[in-house]
């Protein structure tokens, strides 16, 4: 299946993002499902988004994160949740684009300001029950913590733990 994507597209994503409580949407782009061999979606994304900080523990889930519009940090963390790297996307190229997260690495997403736009990609099939590890120190999406949570993520420095 062809496809073609440009601005009128990430437009419709940051309508749906800034309608969503979560603060982001997500747009498929492989046809298969969750059967896909390979997943593929952009991700519209605003400042203020709670990424819970998880990884993906089977062996072929490596994660591949594109910024195509706008920028967002990739956050990576030790198994005890102390931020181990801060890593800058930016679609301007005034940085890195791109970054690989290995398998059963911990790692969140936080957007500084503006929309970002993220490709993502991995392998499939994606199967919700056992695609995450969510990090047991992190809040869950909706619990009070959460959103002193994102307040951290966005500032964080390297070495440090979210506390709660």
């Keep these: 299946m062809r496809q073609v994507l440009g601005a009128a597209d990430f437009a419709e994503l940051r309508a749906a993002a800034e309608t969503s409580p979560r603060k982001r949407a997500h747009l498929e782009l492989h ?3 969750g059967e896909d061999a390979l997943q593929r979606f952009l ?3 605003l400042p203020g988004s709670y990424v819970r900080a998880h990884r ?3 062996a072929h889930k490596l994660e591949l ?4 519009g706008g920028s967002c940090d990739v956050l990576l963390f030790d198994h005890r949740g102390a931020l181990t790297e801060r890593q800058r996307l930016r679609a301007d190229g005034s940085g890195p684009v ?3 997260i290995p398998p059963n690495t911990w790692h969140s997403l936080s957007v500084p300001e503006g929309f970002a736009v ?12 056992s695609d995450k ?3 047991a120190w992190a809040p869950r ?3 009070p913590g959460a959103t002193n949570c994102t307040a951290w993520l966005r500032a964080a420095a390297i070495g440090e733990r979210w506390s709660g």
């Design 31 to 33: 046809a298969g499902g």
């Design 43 to 45: 991700v519209g994304i």
């Design 56 to 58: 993906h523990v089977q």
């Design 65 to 68: 994160t594109v910024c195509l």
């Design 98 to 100: 791109l970054m690989q």
């Design 118 to 129: 993220l490709l993502e990609v991995k392998r499939g099939p994606y199967d919700a029950t």
């Design 133 to 135: 590890d969510f990090a």
């Design 141 to 143: 999406e909706g619990e």
